[in-house]
């Protein structure tokens, strides 16, 4: 990309590990891959984050989570109520390999991030709830805590600074009368749950889909976008588990951090 001027299309050839930060990851292709490039502008970012001092290995005065975050304080707020994991949040973050290769930074992209702490690695999900609002913290995840063999992730440990600026607690209308903050009421199953039906549509992947309301000439997200969306969930024999609408909250997450 830094050889290439705004307009202008590339195709190269590269092998595979050298994009995958010299580790094989399962599910990724194998061998030569070819890509093309388009470069449609360029934005002005801010300066990237050094990695941090300690970024190969936790120090020996780090804490550690229950699972196997190790953290340490680099500034604390004022102190009050920590997320937990049905809260969404907004973060500041900064994130390296322990080879102290920069993956990620909302810092470069000059605004926070806000996410629910469900639909996040599960080392964010465990970590950040030890910290309370104008908290610093530096966490250590492990490999299985965070994007273990997941294709096209980083891999092995990784290093993050989060800031926590705001904790955005659920409110949940309970239509039933029960505890308003307790968990949502069932919902009851669609008729055709236990299997998908005879008009229903199929993704490449593999995923059954039916319509339910369409919105002619509306936009679609791509794999890259991050979406605010109302669900609901059952399994195949009507139990429900999970979902938005009981909450009356509805759930902003990036495409890149939810199930496949």
Do not use: C
Not at 21 to 44: D, F, H, N, R, S
Not at 153 to 174: A, R, S, T
């Amino acid at each position: 990309l830094t050889s290439m001027l705004p307009g202008s299309r590339v195709r190269f050839w590269v092998p595979s590990e050298q994009m995958q930060a010299g580790k094989p990851v399962a599910g990724m292709p194998e061998g030569l891959l070819v890509y093309e490039l388009e470069l449609l502008t360029i934005a002005k970012g801010n300066k990237p984050p050094p990695a941090p001092p300690d970024v190969a290995a936790p120090p020996a005065n780090a804490q550690k989570t229950a699972k196997g975050v190790s953290y340490r304080f680099l500034a604390k707020g004022k102190g009050g109520p920590k997320p937990t994991e049905k809260d969404t949040v907004k973060v500041n973050y900064s994130g390296w390999t322990t080879a102290g290769r920069l993956i990620d930074s909302s810092l470069i992209k000059g605004e926070p991030t806000e996410f629910s702490l469900q639909g996040v690695m599960s080392g964010w999900t465990d970590g950040i709830p030890v910290m309370s609002v104008g908290d610093k913290v530096r966490f250590w995840i492990p490999e299985q805590l965070a994007y273990a063999a997941s294709p096209g992730k980083p891999q092995g440990m990784l290093v993050f600074d989060v800031e926590l600026l705001e904790i955005k607690q659920p409110v949940i209308e309970n239509p039933d009368g029960g505890d308003p903050h307790g968990e949502p009421p069932a919902q009851p199953a669609p008729p055709d749950v236990a299997a998908p039906p005879a008009d229903a549509k199929k993704s490449p992947l593999g995923v059954f889909y039916k319509i339910l309301k369409a919105v002619p000439n509306a936009p679609h997200p791509n794999a890259d976008s991050t979406v605010k969306v109302h669900y609901m969930g059952w399994q195949t024999d009507g139990t429900f588990f999970d979902g938005s609408r009981p909450k009356n909250q509805p759930y902003t997450t990036s495409l890149r951090r939810v199930i496949k």
